[in-house]
């Protein structure tokens, strides 16, 4: 098969023809928001770091148990470029992949992906329920509290942070941004 770009509208459909939950694609939407984000900020192509960051735990729902080795296949399958491959099944490296992720879109994702879901955790606990009015400082107490969020493991977004040479504050601010515009999407 000939390898070609996926639009969003591609992406979007192939995430929910293997995902169904609502946890799970608000999660995508977040990761999605906060790719293209950090995208626009890097002067980085902001559509395909968004597809990369929605699709990327594509396989999840349907094979836990082959996270990440089953989006290879999958989207190996429909032609997707190797660099779209590679930087979403790099996201579970050291978890339950061995592909390091290599590229910035890959490092980012990287990154981010665990640092999203406490993000969201922390807007739960607020007032307004939203990252609208939330600041790095907010998320910054709550990492600390290792029993909140226990299931984020810090340590990944730690050595993401290190892999991509950017400070805890930046990175969470960065992400707050993104999931900003994503509000409504994610419920946040």
């Known amino acids: 098969m000939q390898e070609h770009i996926p639009s969003h509208d591609e992406a979007l459909a192939v ?10 694609l608000k999660h995508a ?11 626009r900020k890097r002067g980085e192509d902001e559509e395909k770091w968004a597809i990369v960051g929605l699709i990327h735990d594509l396989d999840y729902e349907r094979y836990p148990a082959e996270h990440c080795k089953k989006t290879r296949e999958i989207l190996s399958e429909r032609g997707w470029p190797e660099e ?3 930087a979403a099944v790099s996201h579970g490296w050291g978890i339950c992949t061995d592909e390091e992720p290599t ?9 981010v992906d ?3 879901g406490l993000i969201a955790a922390a807007a739960l606990v607020r007032p307004s329920k ?7 400082k907010s998320v910054v107490k709550k990492w600390k509290d290792k029993s909140f969020a226990a299931g984020v493991d810090r340590s990944i977004i730690d050595k993401g942070m290190e892999r991509l040479g950017v400070e805890r504050n ?19």
């Open 15 to 24: 995430l929910k023809e293997f995902n169904k939950t609502d946890g799970l």
């Open 29 to 39: 939407y977040s990761v999605e928001a906060v790719m293209r984000y950090i995208a």
């Open 84 to 86: 779209y491959i590679q």
């Open 103 to 111: 590229s910035d879109m890959a490092k980012t994702l990287f990154a």
């Open 114 to 116: 665990e640092l999203t």
């Open 130 to 136: 939203s990252v609208s009015d939330m600041e790095a």
């Open 170 to 188: 930046e990175l969470i601010t960065d992400c707050i941004m993104g999931m900003r515009e994503a509000r409504e999407q994610i419920g946040l």
